[in-house]
């Protein structure tokens, strides 16, 4: 089961804001409920931040946090970008 929650708040604050708050509330939640489920908290860029990562962590709550693209990054992680495209061919 895929569960998604969506939060909206006025666009002059921060994009985490209150994002831990929601995921520590949906966790305790979950677990509630199914005591080994596993959980895994996909973000943006925005989410991308040490306290947020580090909760997850602590709370064995894994993560896929989308970065956003520039080009300086993009040259960095050129030969990585080429190897994952060769290996999902």
Same mark, same amino acid.
């Given at each position: 089961?895929?569960?998604?929650?969506? /939060?909206?708040?006025?666009?002059?604050?921060?994009? &985490? +804001?209150? &994002?831990?708050?929601?995921?520590?509330?949906?966790? +305790?939640?979950?677990?509630?409920? #199914?005591?080994?489920?596993?959980?895994?908290?996909?973000?943006?860029?925005?989410?991308?931040?040490?306290?947020?990562?580090? #909760? *997850?962590?602590?709370?064995?709550?894994? /993560?896929?946090?989308?970065?956003?693209?520039?080009?300086?990054?993009?040259?960095?992680?050129?030969? #990585?970008?080429?190897? &994952?495209? *060769?290996?999902?061919?």
């Amino acid at each position: 089961m895929i569960e998604q929650l969506s /939060y909206l708040r006025p666009s002059n604050l921060d994009g &985490a +804001k209150h &994002a831990r708050a929601i995921l520590s509330l949906l966790v +305790k939640r979950f677990r509630q409920s #199914w005591l080994e489920v596993r959980i895994i908290f996909r973000g943006g860029s925005g989410c991308c931040r040490h306290r947020m990562l580090a #909760w *997850c962590e602590h709370h064995e709550v894994g /993560y896929l946090i989308e970065i956003a693209q520039n080009k300086r990054l993009n040259e960095i992680s050129a030969q #990585w970008q080429q190897s &994952a495209v *060769c290996r999902m061919r």
